[in-house]
């Protein structure tokens, strides 16, 4: 028995007609995707999970408004990237909070400190018994914003250099200088630590 491919447009036509089953078949295609995005920008399992069912919910809710001038996978990823940048930036505005706590009430400073416990894997964690894993981890989180992300999403291997200008509104030529110049940087760090050498 044969399977006929529908096309992400005709998905989104058929949700767009209230079709609940439509925008499913949607959501599988691109789940995987919509999630790797979201954990390049925040680096926490749960954190990008919470963003790509955001992501998914604002992209139902939105569905109107896509035009299709790029496609449907673009624009989803661009939703993606925003709400993961959103809750990255509460999530700092939360730890500032925390290593700060002059003037708060002690209950609901320990009450933020429980929540991104619970929230956040300890760098130690993380990169234990892996020193040069923690070594890459510095040297990426010693970068700029911007050459940080643009390395993250490309080594994700999920997206085209387009892909990636458009979720980050950057020229392509500018993506994929930023993601050069950020490996350059990161080879550079690694080697002053001793991994690696200058070839």
């Known amino acids: 028995m044969s399977t006929v491919c529908v096309s992400d447009a005709d998905l989104v036509d058929r949700a767009r007609q209230g ?7 949607l959501v599988d295609r691109h789940r995987t995707a919509v999630y790797r995005a979201a954990l390049a920008a925040l680096g926490s399992h749960a954190e990008a999970e919470d963003a790509a069912q955001d992501a998914f919910l604002l992209a139902y809710r939105r569905l109107d408004s896509f035009r299709g001038q790029a496609s449907f996978k673009t624009w989803l990823l661009t939703i993606a990237w925003h709400q993961a940048i959103n ?10 909070r925390i290593v ?15 929540s991104v416990a619970v929230r956040v894997p300890s760098p130690e964690a993380a990169a234990a ?27 994700s291997g999920e997206y085209s250099y ?26 550079r760090q690694l080697i002053g630590h001793g991994f690696g050498d200058e070839r």
């Open 19 to 25: 079709d609940a089953a439509a925008f499913g078949e």
């Open 87 to 96: 809750r990255r930036r509460t999530l700092s505005r939360l730890l500032r």
């Open 100 to 114: 700060s706590p002059s003037g708060t009430d002690p209950e609901a400073h320990d009450a933020a400190v429980a």
């Open 129 to 155: 018994h892996e020193e040069l894993r923690g070594a890459i981890r510095r040297a990426i989180g010693a970068l700029t914003p911007k050459l940080r992300d643009a390395l993250l999403l490309a080594q």
């Open 162 to 187: 387009e892909q990636i200008g458009a979720m980050l509104s950057t020229p392509v030529g500018t993506i994929k200088w930023r993601i050069s110049e950020a490996r350059r940087l990161v080879k």
